[in-house]
Structures are given as structure tokens and as C-alpha cells.
């Protein structure tokens, strides 16, 4: 049966949130202590070594990140932690910024002593108004404390952090229209190129990493890079958090070492199907991640593997759908949230999502021809080639993974029949 490993979440909850003195008595700070000792070289080495990728969806090598930004010839550079957590059924951040706050500080400010910034930003989620005050308390105990702010720890080096609250709009968790909405602008993302590492806060070179990210770094510096990348699989290095949500017995967020499955998250670790009902699909990555059905769950959580399937474990998100569920519901309410989201700046995307909407909700009215529901994958494809942003490029994937997954069901609502009962059908009708 498997386990949770927890080398990134064995300090939550077990310190105040605001006290420096109590978070150093559970080893705390000892990566900082150690990375001040080190060449900023020498950091970015570790970091390369323990073959990190970043977590807060595209898993880009974030020593290769760090590396670039360190060699860039400017003044200032800018580090943003991105605590944004806008992604529907993704609540892992959350854990890490309300119950550990210090070591992401702690691994922002390693991350600033290695590639020269003296600014940094935690660009947090709206609803995540305590954590807000949270990380605002535990930045002025780390400045009062001397591991933030002038001379750290007695060295040259200077660090302010700035926590800025979002809005609630989800797209501003995309890098460079987070850096559009710290400058104080409408938060819609940039073309690219150029990439906010080199233009990004105002048009400085700027560092964007997630929350979970960040808090790897104390561990890494610490142990090693080596002893890092010797955890999970060879190609996936560390443990990776999931946030488990919909119908299962324990949901909650868990601590895995990359190559664990699916199928032993939700049996072992969650404890299995509410009310003991059949499993339907699993989504993995949040609303914009893949539907899965029960003969995938034995896939390993690993890139390398994901990838080669066109799969992806995104932010973390896991959610579990039972047979009681209707998967044209399910596409509807995924979609809406997209159509609500989107940024509106380029046409696949929408048009795309009022599209996509549309059919669905014929659907479940029982209005829907067979044409119509061609046009989903269509209309999926084209979004998905192009759209601007990851938004839009990824909006439709759980549309077409369900399609393929359950076109019977999906074509029974032509008919006017819906196999769970969900859907409203017209003329008073419900499912048969
Ligand atoms: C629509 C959209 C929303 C995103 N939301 C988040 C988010 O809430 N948190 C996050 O860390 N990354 C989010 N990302 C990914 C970021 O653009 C960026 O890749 C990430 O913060 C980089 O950090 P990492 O390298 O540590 O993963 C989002 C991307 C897109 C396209
Ligand atoms: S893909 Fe959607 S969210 Fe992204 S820029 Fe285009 S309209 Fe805006």
C-alpha cells in the first residue's frame, strides 16, 4: 500500500505560520544558511542536478530557467512566486502558503541570492484572504528576524518581498499576464516572444515560479541536488503534491514520489469511491487536464510516460468522478468555467468557448443533433492549434478526452436520453 513521503510538507502546521524562532527549531532556514555560503553558480548547479521541474503546470526545468536569468546583463531582475491557484480542483499551494509559509521564503530568497534580484513578489489567489495576511506576517517576522530585507544574515545581499492579491480572474495565473496585472494593469497575457524571463515586470527580466517550486529549493540546497533527483523516477525527480476532490472517501492534498499511480492515489491514499459506487473517470490537472478512464489509472505519474501518452499531470489536480455523474454535465460545467474566463483576446478561444457551450447545453436539453456534436471535436481542434494562451490551448481537452471516452453517451443525448438522470431535457422530460 502506498504511502505519502513527505519531504516538502513535513513542517505544515507544525510551527506558527509567523514565528522565524519556532520554524528554525524544525530545521528551517538551514537551505538559506547553507546557499549563503555558496556561489550563486553553485546553487544553480544543485538545482540543475536535482532535475526539478517546475509545478505549476508546464514542468519547465527550472534550473535551466534559473540559469538563463542569472547570465542576463541587467540591473534589476524581478522573482514572482505564483500563489495565483486559480485552476478548479487544484488546492495543493494552499496547504503550503497557510501551514508553511516560512519556506517559501525561504526558497524565494535562494532563488533571489542565486540569480541577482533584490525584488520579489507573491502574487496570491483573491480568495486566499488569510493566506494573504498569512504571508504578509510571516515576511515582516523574517525581515525583523534579518533572513529578509537589508544585508541578510550579515551579507551584501538585499531581498524585500511584496505579496499582491489577485482579483479572481484565473488567467492572471499565466505568467505573463500575471506580470501584466503586478504592473497594475487589465491581466491578459502577452504574445509571445518575447518571455517574461527576458521582458517581463516592467520590461525587466523576471523570474515566475509556483508556490510548490519554490518550497523544493531549502530541501535541495540542503540535501544535495543528487540526493533530490535519487527520489521518484528517473525521469520525474522529488514528490509531487495532488489535491483530491470529488467522489471519493478522503479527499485532501497528498504528498506522492513521482511514479506512483493514479489508482493508488484514489484507492490507498483517498480510500476509494464514496458510497462504495463504481469509478466513471478521473480527471488529472484540473479543468484543463485529461479525463481518464479506470483502464488508465495504472499509468505511473511520471513526464516522460505522461507525455509519450499526450497526457499531463498539470497542477496536481485530481477529481474523481463516480458513475452517477453525466459526462456531457460534466464537459458543460468545465466549458462554462472557461467561457467565463477566457480573456476574450483572440477569436479560437472566444468564440471557441461560447461554441462549445452552446452545443453542450443543447445537449443536455435534448436539442442537440448528431451534426452539432461533431462540430465538439472541430471546434476542440481548432482552439487548441489556435488560441493565443495555454487557456485557450487547453480549455477543450476535457470536452474531447470525455468525447472519445463515452461517445455513445454523448450521442444518446440526441435522442433525448441521459443515462444518470442529470441533464434537464425539453418538454419536461428528465432522463429515462
Ligand atoms: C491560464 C493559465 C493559468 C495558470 N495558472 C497558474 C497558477 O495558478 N499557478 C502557477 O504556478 N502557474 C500557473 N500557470 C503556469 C504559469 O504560466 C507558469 O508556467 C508557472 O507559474 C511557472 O512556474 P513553474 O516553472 O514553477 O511551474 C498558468 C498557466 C495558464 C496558461
Ligand atoms: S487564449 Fe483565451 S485567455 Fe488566452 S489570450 Fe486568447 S482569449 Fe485570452
Given at each position: 500500500?502506498i504511502?505519502?513521503l513527505?519531504i516538502?510538507t513535513g513542517?505544515?502546521g507544525?510551527y506558527n505560520y509567523?514565528s522565524?524562532?519556532?520554524?528554525i527549531s524544525?530545521?528551517?532556514?538551514q537551505g538559506?544558511k547553507k546557499?549563503?555560503?555558496?556561489?550563486?553558480e553553485e546553487i544553480?548547479?544543485?538545482?540543475?542536478?536535482?532535475?526539478l521541474?517546475?509545478?505549476g503546470g508546464a514542468?519547465?526545468?527550472?534550473?535551466?530557467?534559473?540559469?538563463?536569468?542569472s547570465?542576463?546583463?541587467s540591473?534589476r531582475?524581478f522573482?514572482?512566486?505564483?500563489?495565483?491557484?486559480g485552476?478548479p480542483g487544484t488546492?495543493?499551494?494552499r496547504?503550503l502558503?497557510?501551514?508553511?509559509?516560512m519556506?517559501i521564503?525561504?526558497?524565494?530568497t535562494?532563488?533571489a541570492y542565486a540569480?541577482?534580484s533584490?525584488?520579489?513578489y507573491?502574487?496570491?489567489?483573491?480568495e486566499?484572504?488569510?493566506?494573504?495576511?498569512?504571508?504578509r506576517?510571516?515576511i515582516?517576522?523574517a525581515?525583523?528576524?534579518?533572513?529578509l530585507g537589508?544585508?541578510?544574515?550579515g551579507?551584501?545581499f538585499d531581498f524585500?518581498i511584496?505579496v499582491i492579491?489577485?482579483?479572481?480572474?484565473?488567467?492572471c495565473?499565466?505568467?505573463?499576464?500575471?506580470?501584466?496585472?503586478i504592473?497594475?494593469?487589465?491581466?491578459?497575457?502577452r504574445?509571445k516572444?518575447p518571455?517574461?524571463?527576458?521582458?517581463?515586470?516592467?520590461?525587466l527580466?523576471?523570474?515566475v515560479?509556483n508556490v510548490?517550486t519554490f518550497?523544493?529549493?531549502?530541501?535541495i540546497?540542503?540535501n544535495?541536488?543528487a540526493?533530490?533527483a535519487?527520489?521518484?523516477?528517473e525521469?520525474?525527480?522529488?514528490?509531487?503534491l495532488?489535491s483530491?476532490s470529488?467522489n471519493?472517501?478522503?479527499p485532501?492534498?497528498?504528498?506522492i514520489?513521482?511514479?506512483t499511480t493514479l489508482?493508488?492515489i484514489?484507492?490507498?491514499?483517498?480510500?476509494?469511491v464514496e458510497?462504495?459506487?463504481?469509478?466513471?473517470f478521473?480527471q488529472m490537472g484540473g479543468a484543463?487536464?485529461?479525463?481518464?478512464t479506470?483502464?488508465?489509472?495504472?499509468i505511473p505519474?511520471?513526464?516522460?510516460i505522461?507525455?509519450s501518452?499526450?497526457?499531463s499531470?498539470?497542477s496536481?489536480?485530481?477529481?474523481v468522478a463516480?458513475?452517477?455523474n453525466?459526462?456531457v454535465?460534466?464537459?458543460?460545467?468545465t466549458?462554462?468555467?472557461?467561457?467565463?474566463?477566457s480573456?476574450?483576446?483572440?477569436?479560437p478561444?472566444?468564440?471557441?468557448n461560447?461554441?462549445l457551450?452552446r452545443?453542450l447545453k443543447d445537449?443536455?436539453e435534448?436539442k442537440?443533433?448528431?451534426?452539432q456534436?461533431r462540430?465538439l471535436e472541430n471546434i476542440?481542434?481548432?482552439?487548441?492549434k489556435?488560441?493565443?494562451?495555454g487557456?485557450?490551448k487547453?480549455?477543450?481537452?476535457?470536452?474531447?478526452?470525455?468525447f472519445?471516452a463515452?461517445?455513445e453517451?454523448?450521442?444518446?443525448h440526441?435522442?433525448?436520453?441521459?443515462r444518470t438522470g442529470?441533464?434537464?431535457?425539453?418538454?419536461?422530460?428528465?432522463?429515462?
Amino acid at each position: 500500500m502506498i504511502q505519502e513521503l513527505k519531504i516538502l510538507t513535513g513542517l505544515c502546521g507544525k510551527y506558527n505560520y509567523a514565528s522565524v524562532k519556532e520554524y528554525i527549531s524544525l530545521g528551517g532556514y538551514q537551505g538559506l544558511k547553507k546557499a549563503l555560503e555558496m556561489k550563486p553558480e553553485e546553487i544553480i548547479s544543485e538545482v540543475i542536478t536535482s532535475n526539478l521541474m517546475g509545478r505549476g503546470g508546464a514542468a519547465y526545468p527550472t534550473g535551466k530557467k534559473w540559469d538563463m536569468i542569472s547570465k542576463l546583463d541587467s540591473q534589476r531582475k524581478f522573482i514572482v512566486c505564483n500563489a495565483d491557484e486559480g485552476e478548479p480542483g487544484t488546492f495543493k499551494d494552499r496547504k503550503l502558503i497557510y501551514q508553511d509559509p516560512m519556506k517559501i521564503i525561504e526558497g524565494m530568497t535562494i532563488a533571489a541570492y542565486a540569480i541577482n534580484s533584490n525584488k520579489g513578489y507573491i502574487y496570491i489567489r483573491g480568495e486566499y484572504r488569510n493566506g494573504y495576511y498569512r504571508l504578509r506576517e510571516a515576511i515582516r517576522s523574517a525581515n525583523a528576524a534579518g533572513y529578509l530585507g537589508k544585508s541578510i544574515q550579515g551579507t551584501s545581499f538585499d531581498f524585500d518581498i511584496e505579496v499582491i492579491s489577485g482579483a479572481g480572474a484565473y488567467v492572471c495565473g499565466e505568467n505573463s499576464a500575471l506580470c501584466e496585472s503586478i504592473e497594475g494593469k487589465s491581466g491578459r497575457p502577452r504574445l509571445k516572444p518575447p518571455y517574461i524571463k527576458n521582458v517581463g515586470i516592467y520590461g525587466l527580466p523576471t523570474l515566475v515560479n509556483n508556490v510548490e517550486t519554490f518550497c523544493c529549493i531549502p530541501y535541495i540546497i540542503e540535501n544535495g541536488g543528487a540526493n533530490y533527483a535519487a527520489i521518484g523516477t528517473e525521469s520525474s525527480a522529488g514528490t509531487k503534491l495532488v489535491s483530491v476532490s470529488g467522489n471519493v472517501k478522503k479527499p485532501g492534498v497528498y504528498e506522492i514520489p513521482f511514479g506512483t499511480t493514479l489508482r493508488e492515489i484514489v484507492f490507498d491514499l483517498s480510500n476509494g469511491v464514496e458510497n462504495n459506487n463504481t469509478l466513471k473517470f478521473v480527471q488529472m490537472g484540473g479543468a484543463s487536464g485529461v479525463c481518464l478512464t479506470d483502464s488508465q489509472l495504472d499509468i505511473p505519474l511520471d513526464y516522460k510516460i505522461l507525455s509519450s501518452k499526450q497526457m499531463s499531470i498539470g497542477s496536481g489536480a485530481i477529481v474523481v468522478a463516480d458513475q452517477t455523474n453525466c459526462v456531457v454535465d460534466f464537459a458543460l460545467m468545465t466549458m462554462e468555467f472557461f467561457f467565463h474566463e477566457s480573456c476574450g483576446k483572440c477569436t479560437p478561444c472566444r468564440e471557441g468557448n461560447a461554441q462549445l457551450c452552446r452545443i453542450l447545453k443543447d445537449l443536455s436539453e435534448g436539442k442537440a443533433n448528431e451534426n452539432q456534436v461533431r462540430h465538439l471535436e472541430n471546434i476542440s481542434l481548432l482552439m487548441m492549434k489556435a488560441s493565443s494562451c495555454g487557456l485557450g490551448k487547453a480549455a477543450p481537452t476535457a470536452v474531447l478526452t470525455l468525447f472519445n471516452a463515452f461517445k455513445e453517451e454523448f450521442l444518446e443525448h440526441v435522442t433525448g436520453h441521459c443515462r444518470t438522470g442529470s441533464c434537464n431535457f425539453v418538454n419536461g422530460k428528465t432522463a429515462v
